[in-house]
Nanobody, 124 residues
């Protein structure tokens, strides 16, 4: 069983920056691909970014490419989402996901784990 805890959300002005963290329990997290998804009010949960277990492969949604950066520190069982030049449309609850492969994470297949989410609000 893997438990994920997100942190770092909050209120940020348009154009500002924010860094989200996702800490996983257990050493198995280091062998898992990790990803970030988000869900805005009234909308479906959508993919944001993922990173392979080794960190050498990353993937981003078109809406955040060039503004967000996903990274990980396996020694700390942690994934990060650095958000730059944020926009009001980035407002959402951000969820961390971990799974045995990038494909499982990307498509939310059974066998992946979710955190409880952290709220990000972009507003002036």
């Amino acid at each position: 069983q893997v438990q994920l805890v997100e942190s770092g959300g909050g209120l940020v002005q348009p154009g500002g920056s924010l860094r989200l963290s996702c800490v996983g329990s257990g050493r198995t997290v280091s062998n898992y691909a990790m990803g970030w998804f988000r869900q805005a009010p009234g909308k479906e949960r959508e993919f944001v970014a993922l990173i392979s277990s080794s960190g050498d492969i990353t993937e981003y949604s078109d809406s955040v490419k060039g503004r967000f950066t996903i990274s990980r520190d396996n020694a700390k069982y942690t994934s990060y989402l650095q958000m730059e030049n944020v926009k009001p449309e980035d407002t959402a609850v951000y969820y961390c996901n971990a799974g045995p492969t990038a494909r499982v994470v990307r498509h939310r297949y059974d066998g992946s784990y979710w955190g409880q989410g952290t709220q990000v609000t972009v507003s002036s």
